[in-house]
């Protein structure tokens, strides 16, 4: 009798707790309110010894601070946890505090716990905490430019919380994830190029918002048509969509976005003043906050080229130094941002602009001077260059021939082929003896060629990937204008890592350069060997050589030998004149 008494009291006291969540959520825009609810619940869940409750407490503690009080809290609700060694708890408070870390740009951490709290929970069958976990997990694969897969991630959350909504527990809260996995996917799209799409994603979105009586969210999908007119150029409806959404938001959020777009679109349509007065915004945030993501790297690039027009050399100086500051940080912690920095302020120029803004500054006094050494460097430079310039384009255009040669003679020497050999890639998934043995692992060159480069792969797996790259060229497939990563990735029978990891390590290059420098290999052949493809045009040689259009030739061909193929063209030219006079010299 006794025990019915208390799952009854156990019973209460838990509806009691989600009386006090659902009023605080109620309190979502009043800040004082919610935070004297708040420590009740907290005292509540301590007086009655109720771990479970008191995580949950402590994760609402959290979630309405600000740092570094938001990660006390964190920690306090994981450090309860782990007293309890419960796993599911564990689970909630190893989540929450990944959120909190991917909340303030700790995203190597964020990770670390989201991959824990995912392993607990799926150990567990907590299918809440699961896809949350899945869902922070595509928020880093965002923020790694990895947009397909987050996609994936995200399509997957959006189809368990929808259909979970309706469910009513302690701790959990289905709806609100279903609206930030839409979000998500709806903002992903628009990185993704896909705006298109979203039109439908997002008067759906609304619809469901205003039957659930969940208005509150309405403002973050307006705002979402406000970003993906700006990227249709429809800079008008851009504006008034994001002027509506911050007039809607009713909360303590700063909601830089908006601010950002604004900026975005005065600049577009040539208010640059404007546009400036928003892009200050997101400088004072940062300053505020110390952090600041990615996506509006460009309001420091449109700060400085606003400061470098209006010569204000002391502005311009001091947001060149932010920017270094903000690329130095993305370098530091995330490799995906080396070649998504290649934009007009990149590392090295800004090292350059520094420079030559501080001697300008140093120098301001003295005019003259300045316009002295400036004319003076100009006429030095065009100088040298017009002396040099034929001599270090020849030199060019000598090392292509050299190294044309040397493709040659290396790709037609017969390779060594076993007979009756079945491809790598066709083999049993299984290494057998006979297999280690024919690799010869225990020779320390062939382990240092297929361990220590890449780390963690089957080196028969990277020997089969490599033959097929060898035959692959042989048989000039990188040809085919519509080749692609995904369609050599399924011709081969592996999977994009895998290839993308090979090529890099063993062909020095990502995928698309290495196809590239294969095709502009292949018309420098032909060009040297046949003079007939000298009086083709650059857009014939392009297609012949697998290019989809002439400025992606002749941009890869200037990348890749530092001279024009005009330029080579017409060398190939003088020296094929040459070489007929030569051999054919007239009488007297």
């Known amino acids: 009798m006794s025990f019915n008494i208390n799952a009854q009291e156990n019973s209460k006291k838990k509806l009691d707790y989600q009386e006090i969540e659902t009023k605080i959520d109620s309190f979502h825009n009043d800040q ?5 609810l708040i420590q009740h619940y907290i ?88 896809y949350k976990s899945i869902y922070l997990i595509a928020q880093n694969k965002i923020y790694l430019g990895l947009y397909e897969d987050a996609a994936k991630e995200l399509l997957i959350c959006i189809d368990f919380f929808k259909n979970h909504a309706t469910d009513s527990k302690l701790g959990q809260d289905y709806q609100t994830y279903y609206i930030y996995s839409m979000l998500s996917y709806i903002d992903n799209n628009t990185k993704m190029g896909k705006s298109s799409e979203n039109k439908k994603l997002i008067d759906e979105s609304i619809k469901y918002l205003k039957s659930n009586d969940l208005k509150q969210y309405i403002p973050y999908f307006i705002s979402s048509q406000g970003t993906d007119a700006y990227y249709q150029r429809d800079y008008k409806t851009s504006i008034v969509k994001l002027t509506q959404a911050l007039e809607m938001y009713n909360d303590q959020y700063p909601h830089i976005t908006e601010i950002y777009y604004l900026g975005l679109n005065n600049w577009k349509i040539g208010k640059r003043s404007i546009a400036v007065k928003f892009m200050e915004v997101i400088d004072n945030q940062y300053n505020t906050s110390n952090k600041l993501d990615p996506q509006f790297r460009s309001a420091y690039e449109i700060l400085i080229k606003y400061n470098d027009s209006i010569k204000n050399r002391d502005k311009q100086l001091e947001y060149i130094d932010k920017l270094m500051i903000l690329d130095k940080s993305y370098e530091k912690n995330f490799k995906y941002l080396y070649p998504k920095i ?18 300008l500054l140093i120098l301001r006094s003295n005019i003259f001077i300045i316009i002295l050494i400036i004319s003076s460097g100009i006429i030095l430079f065009f100088s040298i260059r017009y002396y040099k310039i034929k001599k270090l384009y020849k030199q060019r255009f000598e090392n292509i021939i050299i190294n044309s040669e040397v493709e040659h003679k290396k790709h037609h020497n017969p390779r060594e082929v076993q007979e009756n050999t079945q491809p790598e890639a066709l083999k049993p998934a299984s290494i057998s003896d006979k297999d280690v043995k024919e690799l010869n692992l225990d020779s320390p060159e062939n382990q240092d060629e297929y361990y220590s480069k890449i780390q963690g792969l089957n080196p028969l797996v990277i020997k089969s990937i490599l033959t097929q790259l060898d035959a692959f060229e042989d048989e000039e497939r990188y040809l085919d204008s519509q080749l692609t990563q995904k369609s050599l990735v399924e011709e081969l029978g592996t999977n994009s890592t895998y290839l993308s990891k090979i090529i ?57 030998f530092e001279i024009k193929p005009s330029y080579f063209i017409k060398m190939m030219k003088e020296k094929s004149r040459n070489s007929s006079q030569s051999h054919n010299p007239t009488s007297d």
Do not use: H, M
Not at 32 to 36: L, R
Not at 342 to 359: A, F, G, P, Q, R
């Open 43 to 130: 005292k509540t869940a301590k007086d009655a010894g109720n771990n479970e409750a008191l995580v949950y407490a402590y994760r609402y503690a959290s979630n309405f601070s600000v740092y570094p009080q938001n990660l006390d809290y964190a920690n306090l609700a994981l450090n309860t946890a782990k007293n309890s060694k419960d796993e599911r708890l564990l689970a909630t408070a190893y989540f929450n505090r990944g959120a909190i870390y991917i909340q303030e740009a700790f995203y190597q951490k964020s990770l670390d716990d989201v991959l824990i709290s995912n392993k607990y929970a799926s150990t567990v069958n907590d299918q809440y905490v699961v």
């Open 342 to 359: 290649n934009k007009e302020y990149d590392t090295k120029k800004l090292i350059s602009e520094k420079t030559k803004v501080e001697n």
């Open 504 to 560: 890099n390590t063993y062909k020095g290059s990502n995928f698309n350069v290495y196809i590239n420098n294969l095709r502009l290999n292949y018309i420098i052949d032909l060009l040297r060997t046949d003079a007939t493809y000298l009086q083709y045009d650059v857009k014939e040689l392009a297609n012949i050589c697998g290019f989809s259009n002439s400025e992606s030739f002749s941009d890869n061909f200037y990348r890749k």
């Open 32 to 36: 004082k309110k919610a935070w004297t």
